[in-house]
């Protein structure tokens, strides 16, 4: 199975400021996912972004997809402490199956 | 929007019990569902993939007596933990696959999650 990974981060920022965060998957992909997770609680679809897409953009999300590199990063802009989560990315493989990455946590100080 | 609820969503049991967790899909319905595992600050781990009507497909590793998935209806799947033991204390997770979306690049909705701990 093929599995996102992202960089084993755990980030904290300043409200107001921007977070990035990568991930890289190791098998040819139909689209990338990234979801959101609250402490304690289930996932948010936050974008999908398809293989023969380079950017895609969402309020203030902005996800970025190098297919030759196997990797996409997930741009926050202008964090909130809301925006205080997990975020994970995602590849779907065969049947519909999704395969998560380690996950980075985002620490939002207001 | 597309909504998916687990119940309960924590539950404490003794070793050696039973214990089941539903996953509902409440405003479509959904032909798969997903079921993960996720251990404290780490990823999810799928499964099982709960399909309508038919036997659960089973990921590598992970025992089909313990873990018995039924999906009886196009809004419910259910995973039954049997003679649970402390190591399976864990935080379950469903998603459910709109039906309607169909293709390989639809979205899954996710559950809330079912905290099982196990004394």
């Known amino acids: 199975s093929q599995q996102g990974e992202e960089d084993p981060q755990a980030l904290s920022i300043q409200e107001g400021e921007n977070a990035t965060m990568n991930c890289s998957y190791k098998?040819?992909?139909?689209?990338l996912q990234w979801y959101r997770q609250n402490s304690g609680r289930g996932l948010v679809h936050l974008i999908l972004?398809?293989?023969?897409?380079r950017e895609k953009h969402s309020g203030r999300l902005r996800v970025t997809l190098d297919t030759s590199k196997k990797s996409s990063s997930l741009l926050i802009t202008a964090s909130r402490a809301a925006d205080t989560a997990s975020y994970f990315c995602?590849?779907?493989?065969?049947?519909?199956?999704?395969?998560f990455g380690k996950g980075n946590q985002v620490v939002v100080i207001p | 929007g597309a909504v998916v609820s687990q119940h309960p969503s924590r539950v404490i049991c003794k070793s050696g019990t039973s214990v089941k967790i539903e996953c509902r899909s409440l405003?479509?319905?959904?032909?798969?569902m997903f079921w993960y595992r996720q251990f404290p600050k780490q990823s999810l781990m799928l499964m099982a993939t709960?399909?309508?009507?038919?036997?659960?497909?089973?990921e590598q590793g992970v025992e089909k007596d313990k873990f018995l998935i039924n999906h009886a209806s196009l809004t419910l799947s259910t995973l039954t933990v049997t003679s649970a033991h402390p190591e399976d204390s864990s935080f379950y997770i469903c998603?459910?696959?709109?039906?309607?979306?169909?293709?390989?690049?639809?979205?899954?909705?996710f559950g809330p999650g079912t905290r099982l701990t196990v004394l």
């Open positions: 998603s459910a696959r709109d039906f309607r979306s169909g293709g390989s690049t639809d979205t899954q909705y």
């Open positions: 995602a590849t779907a493989y065969g049947n519909n199956r999704l395969a």
């Open positions: 405003d479509f319905q959904a032909t798969t």
């Open positions: 098998t040819s992909i139909n689209n």
């Open positions: 709960s399909n309508e009507g038919s036997k659960a497909t089973y």
């Open positions: 972004i398809r293989s023969n897409e």
